[in-house]
């Protein structure tokens, strides 16, 4: 089979790519804009497999879109692409309504033309979503199931959530054979450092403040982004057509458990590399001011992926986080490039030069 991956230079979207590369005999076309949060540089390990093809565009570009379609000709689409963190949607929500409502329009679109046009047969659209758009959970015990009502509360959870309800019409009304997935909180290799548990354990390893945003106690459930991945091909190949499913990690922990035991692994596995003047990781911890309407708890009941299609997560979030502290500390290079922005310096050249000027963080 030929999937085509939308924003595979991403975090998720590179393990996406890098499993099916890995495990299966499938062929991949990567489409990526390659915003701040595109790196090739995660993709590093596949990039000279045969089977798989990079093709840079925006999936607003409808033009594009048709072009790819129609050159590659995908059995199945597994759309990632998107502004991907609730904190850039509130200072800037504009691109978060371009890319994740407009750009999943222009790609239904163009996937139902390409069907209409060449008669694919078993052709599926599978839409990578997020538990986000249930907004948040009141009590410690309610689960978010696939029943639940939609109700988003940022920027980025409101762009999302429309997305969805556009690939279900699409569904609907002109029988575009889709697939929604709606996961909890990733973790794990490769991840941008601008979201919680990397953003933790690159300033522990700089002797920065690790911010901690209210009093800590919100919850997220958490699942190691290739037990995801493996899900998600699941999804893609075997789920039924016009389902949803939700996937999540049976992890959930406070924000404040969260960084206690980053703090604790760091302890333990880089106590060499603890910056001059810093006693204890943990004594790097800082409250700050809470993120303006910041959902209190989100977890997911992932019943029914496991009981229709056989998945569950092979990690805990004791391993999990564990893996992913020591991959930090052993791939140095990776987010060294992030963090100074030279992971952008392979674009320019190709009418990107501003790309380097917009750093990491600014
Ligand atoms: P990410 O921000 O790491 O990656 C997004 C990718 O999309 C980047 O490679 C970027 O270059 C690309 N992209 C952005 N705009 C584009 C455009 N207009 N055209 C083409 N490519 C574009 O995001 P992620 O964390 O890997 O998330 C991937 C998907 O999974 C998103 O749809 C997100 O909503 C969803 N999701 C994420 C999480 C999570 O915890 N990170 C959880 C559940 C669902
Ligand atoms: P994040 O990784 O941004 O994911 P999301 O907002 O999609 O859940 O944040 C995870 C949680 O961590 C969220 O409750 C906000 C909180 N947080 C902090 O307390 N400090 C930080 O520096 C960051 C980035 C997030």
Redesign the pocket.
Known sequence: MKILVTGGAGFIGSAVIRYIIGHTQDSVVNVDKLTYAGNLESLASVAADPRYVFERADICDAPAMAQIFKQHQPDIVMHLAAE????RSIDGPADFIETNVVGTLVLLEAARQYVEESGKKNFRFHHIS?D?VYGDLEGDTDLFTEETSYAPS?P?SASKASSDHLVRAWGRTYGLPCVITNCS?N?GPYHFP????P??IL?ALSGKA?????D?K???DWLYVEDHAEALYKVATKGKIGETYNIGGHNEKQ?IE??HTLCDLLEELAADKKPEGVSAYKDLITF?KD?PG??RR?AIDASKIENKLGWTPKETFETGLRKTVQWYLDNEKWWSRVLSGDYKLERIGEGQKDLKEQKYGS
């Not at 601008?194 to 548990?197: A, G, M, R």
């Open positions: 991907s963190h609730v904190d997020t986000e940022s980025y909180n973790y601008e979201k919680l548990i953003h933790m300033n690790l911010p901690v945003y209210g800590g919100q919850i997220r924000n969260v960084v700050v993120r910041h959902d989100y």
